[in-house]
């Protein structure tokens, strides 16, 4: 199971971060991804860790301003956003996948694992 949470409202500039608990399985070989959903837009990849190692990968667009990161002890997986833009507006997923290829990692359906979302909205 993954949990997201961390979302709200905060103003243009600003920064959050999320959250994503995972439990009710081993994550130890999985990659764990952040992906958006903006109203009346398709799910985008956000970003993705390894948790074996920490490898991360971004989506070009997020590069710079997005950090993500796990605490292995938690179990936890975060998305530190910061200058945060208007059209980051969106609801936040975090998903895990045992199986996907880099290539893939921005393909939603190649990841098994869903979180319920969590939704940032970046006001003036």
């Known amino acids: 199971q993954l949990q997201a949470s961390g979302g709200g409202l905060v103003q243009f500039g600003g920064s959050l971060r999320l959250s994503c608990a995972a439990s009710?399985?081993?994550?130890?070989?999985?990659?764990m991804g952040w992906f958006r959903q903006a109203p009346g837009k398709e799910r985008e990849f956000v970003a993705s860790?390894?948790?074996?190692?920490?490898?991360?990968n971004y989506a070009d667009s997020q590069k710079g301003r997005f950090t993500i990161s796990r605490d292995i002890v938690k179990n936890t997986v975060y998305l530190q956003m910061n200058s945060l833009k208007f059209e980051d507006t969106a609801v936040y997923y975090c998903?895990?996948?045992?199986?996907?290829?880099?290539?893939?990692?921005?393909?939603?359906?190649?990841?098994?694992?869903w979180g319920q979302g969590t939704l940032v909205t970046v006001s003036s």
């Open positions: 998903a895990a996948s045992a199986r996907v290829i880099a290539s893939q990692l921005g393909v939603p359906s190649s990841w098994e694992h």
């Open positions: 009710g399985r081993s994550f130890t070989n999985y990659k």
């Open positions: 860790i390894r948790w074996n190692g920490g490898i991360t």
